[in-house]
């Protein structure tokens, strides 16, 4: 049998997965439990099988995809879950593109009715944008429940959603496997400049909502931002509108403190992830100046990071929007 994808860009696992179940279809799921560093395809990842070979997602970046799916044909077929455990040498790593080989461990198991519920209602939280937890129970097989931030007693579920990562809960009695779903990572850019265009591109790539703020006509018109959701309010108004979180990241590039500095005052009192300041060390000095006289304390205005982004000794819009998105990435990923 020919194994291939589905995929089509507009989907992924559980949406595939709830398709073909309401399509009348039997499927199964595979979910990574474990895996070495390098691999593409981190803790939590999914891959939805339909019975006759089709699939959607990816657990290993093409190491092992064939062997899992001849596996969920006899999960299929027997309704029974099944762990895998694959140790990839380092010669066949390297030919799928990993820097080494390692083991991984993947949970296998066929989905029913209950199932098709579950993903309905995981679909919802997603179409919602609230934070839900997806809950394995390795040992019992086919129990599952869904947990959002708020109605988890115990605190794995938060602490999930807080790392954005998959946690697996091992203790004498059971086997747990927590897989966050969080709400789309969020970009406000103040300025719509040179280097608003290609941080744009480059943050809706790596999966932000992005948002250029703008009050200027001229501005906003001047360049196509694509995907992205375009604000001609003024900076603290359409921040205030939009409520920013600790999913959210903010950068001024406009050099206009009337701009610039409106919408710093609202996002320092928000908990935004990141908060960066396109401009040279001495403007930035300038501006916590300006912050401060404002009443903007000392411990906010050192959230402030300015001049924005890495020290790449970027040059060009485009270099500068690499330096700026690596910024962010590194703030949202560093170790609390």
């Not at 803790?43 to 995809?65: K, N, P, Q, T, Y």
């Not at 099944?82 to 993947?106: H, Q």
């Not at 937890?133 to 708020?150: P, R």
Request: charged content about 25%; some cysteine; aromatic content about 4%.
């Amino acid at each position: 049998m020919t194994h291939k994808s589905e995929s089509n860009g507009q989907t992924d696992a559980i949406e595939k997965a709830l398709q073909w179940l309401e399509a009348g279809h039997k499927v199964a799921l595979a979910c990574v439990l474990q895996t070495w560093g390098s691999a593409p395809r981190p803790s939590g990842s999914l891959m939805a099988i339909r019975e006759d070979g089709l699939f959607e997602g990816s657990v290993s970046g093409g190491c092992v995809e064939g062997e899992v799916i001849t596996s969920a044909e006899d999960v299929i077929a027997s309704g029974l879950p099944k762990t895998l455990t694959f140790g990839v040498a380092n010669n066949r790593a390297w030919e799928v593109g990993l820097a080494c080989g390692g083991e991984i461990r993947i949970y296998l198991h066929a989905l029913g009715q209950t199932d098709e519920r579950l993903l309905k209602d995981i679909q919802q939280a997603r179409h919602d944008k609230n934070p839900v937890v997806l809950v394995l129970d390795l040992a019992g097989g086919d129990h599952h429940q869904v947990a959002g931030e708020q109605n988890e007693s115990p605190p794995t579920a938060s602490k999930s959603l807080r790392l954005d990562r998959a946690l697996l809960l091992e203790d004498a009695s059971q086997t747990l496997f927590y897989i966050p779903f969080n709400p789309p990572l969020r970009l406000f850019i103040i300025g719509a400049v040179h280097v608003a265009k290609p941080l744009t591109n480059m943050a809706l790539t790596a999966g932000f909502d992005v948002t250029v703020i703008d009050p200027r006509s001229a501005f906003r018109d001047a360049a196509d931002f694509g995907r992205a959701s375009v604000d001609g309010d003024w900076p603290d108004e359409a921040l205030a509108r939009a409520g920013l979180d600790a999913r959210t990241a903010l950068v001024t590039l406009t050099h206009d403190p009337k701009l610039d500095d409106a919408g710093l005052i609202e996002g320092l009192k928000s908990e935004a992830f990141y908060i960066g300041c396109l401009g040279s060390r001495k403007t930035h000095h300038e501006r916590r100046e300006r912050l401060g006289a404002n009443g903007v304390s000392d411990h906010n205005l050192d959230r402030l990071d300015g001049p924005v982004g890495l020290d790449i000794g970027a040059r060009s819009p485009e270099e500068i929007a690499v330096a700026i998105l690596a910024g962010i990435i590194k703030s949202l990923r560093k170790p609390a």
